[in-house]
């Protein structure tokens, strides 16, 4: 049984200041967390992706997976995030419970050479981004 965070139903009469979608806890929590989370997404280049786990991780926030797809369900429409390009441990794209957008991922990621076995799942160990190391000579690092 797969769980999902919902919205809470809003007491009647109040609406106001409710967002569909607003989560509390992550609300308290973006500001540099997410900045970080959209700095990192923004590196992944066209033809690969990345994975929840190891985005967190790249933004220094180990164990923090499910903060990525917080990141990327709040960000503002229109922002020049390759959010597509983020998929499961599994190589599979995680449902939404919203829309088209699973179908919609799926379309941009194969349109970037990305393919898909008969399963739905991206083979990682060819596909997967992996980021050089910086160069610790480099002192801006």
Not at 82 to 107: C, K, L, T
Request: aromatic share 8%.
């Amino acid at each position: 049984m797969r769980r999902c965070w919902r919205t809470p139903s809003p007491p009647p009469g109040v609406t106001a200041g409710i967002r569909l979608g607003h989560n509390p806890f992550v609300a308290k929590n973006r500001g540099s967390g997410y900045a970080k989370i959209y700095a990192v997404v923004r590196r992944i280049p066209r033809g690969r992706v990345a994975t929840y786990g190891q985005v967190a991780r790249l933004a220094g926030l180990p164990g923090h997976a499910r903060q990525v797809g917080y990141a990327l369900h709040a960000m503002a429409t229109g922002k020049p995030v390759p959010w597509h390009r983020v998929i499961n441990a599994r190589g599979e794209i995680s449902p939404r419970s919203f829309g088209e957008a699973d179908a919609a991922q799926r379309h941009f990621l194969e349109a970037e050479g990305v393919r898909f076995d008969a399963r739905g799942r991206v083979d990682l160990a060819r596909f997967q981004w992996r980021p050089r190391p910086p160069d610790r000579r480099d002192p801006r690092c």
